[in-house]
């Protein structure tokens, strides 16, 4: 964690033990501060600007001071450090990927399972039934409560070398990867060499050439404007990219609990609105990156290709996902 990091932490702990009376009934005086690794612009910022005005609307009808504080573009870490940010009480909320929640809990490597849903139809069936329910509740136990899905989409591949348009194209590459182990399996079974970065050092090492590529959604590629040093980009669909919105477990509960459903309510009925404001802009999206770099779309029959090589991932993590989650998961998204 880098030294600022750890000094803001140590800052937040000290307010966070002064504002224990602000925090009181007799005060209802709050500050709720919510980080994300996104810039602004993209939809997980747009969600969490419309939260923070839906939250300190609401609280104020009920008489609650409510202060949302957004950190948006990593500020205050990468993803991962968020998330222990999350179980020590240092931050409320995070709308996070779940590429590296598989090293909290293993459960949740399933949606990182290369084309597991195959359109976004599926994915909202399955993160907001039963399923999705129940992997929101099972970080509790370390801390986290899971208020809702959002999403980033369908990840695509960028990269400087050529267009992707079959597996062995990827073979040598350099690809910027999360610090998700079914991700860089799958691409070492590509035969690239996937390469973990944090988010905030994908430009800058995309630039310098110390990586050749990277894989995310449109959304990410297009705000970051990473096509301006990628000219080439293929539209994968390899994996759908949830975004579960996590919250503090012990600074949930330090809440009142009408402001506690204010909260839970204003993140799980933003998510509509913010997964309908990438998909409403994805070809704005495209037209964007279109303007710098070569755009590639996979065909079905191309596709079938990478997900044939995928099944080897499948089989090394069904012990560590769990088979039967992993058939349910499966047979929800295939109804």
């Not at 307010?15 to 810039?39: H, M, P, R, W």
């Not at 839906?54 to 009808?61: H, N």
């Not at 940010?85 to 399972?113: R, V």
């Amino acid at each position: 964690m880098k030294r600022w990091i750890a000094c803001a932490l140590a800052a937040t702990l000290t307010v966070g033990l002064l504002s224990g009376c602000q925090g009181s009934e007799k005060a209802k005086s709050y500050s709720i501060k919510v980080g994300y690794g996104t810039n602004p612009g993209h939809p997980i910022d747009l969600a969490s600007n419309e939260f923070e005005k839906q939250v300190e609307k609401e609280a104020k009808e009920l008489g609650y001071d409510v202060d949302v504080q957004l950190f948006p573009s990593s500020q205050l870490g990468s993803e991962k450090e968020m998330i222990e940010l999350l179980q020590i009480g240092a931050l409320d909320m995070c709308p996070t990927t779940t590429g590296p929640l598989g090293l909290f809990e293993p459960s949740y490597l399933a949606f990182d399972l290369p084309f597991l849903f195959l359109n976004s139809e599926q994915a909202d069936r399955v993160l907001d039934g039963d399923v999705g329910t129940k992997m929101l509740s099972s970080m509790e136990d370390i801390g986290i409560v899971g208020l809702a899905w959002w999403e980033n989409g369908f990840r695509e591949l960028t990269n400087n070398k050529r267009p992707i348009t079959k597996p062995e194209d990827l073979k040598g590459i350099k690809l910027r990867t999360m610090q998700n182990d079914v991700h860089i399996d799958f691409f070492q079974k590509m035969g690239a060499a996937p390469t973990p970065l944090g988010f905030g050092e994908i430009y800058t090492s995309l630039q310098s050439n110390v990586i050749d590529g990277q894989e995310n959604p449109l959304s990410i590629i297009a705000t970051n404007k990473f096509y301006e040093v990628q000219p080439y980009t293929t539209i994968s669909d390899h994996v759908y990219s949830p975004v579960p919105v996590l919250y503090s477990k012990a600074l949930l509960e330090d809440l009142p609990k009408d402001l506690q459903e204010i909260v839970k309510n204003a993140a799980y009925d933003l998510r509509i609105y913010e997964r309908e404001a990438g998909r409403s802009q994805e070809q704005e999206y495209i037209d964007e990156i279109a303007e710098k770099s070569e755009i590639y779309v996979l065909s079905d029959e191309e596709k079938k290709a990478f997900q044939d090589a995928a099944q080897s991932t499948y089989e090394k993590f069904e012990s560590v996902i769990g088979k039967d989650f992993m058939d349910e998961v499966l047979a929800e998204a295939q109804k």
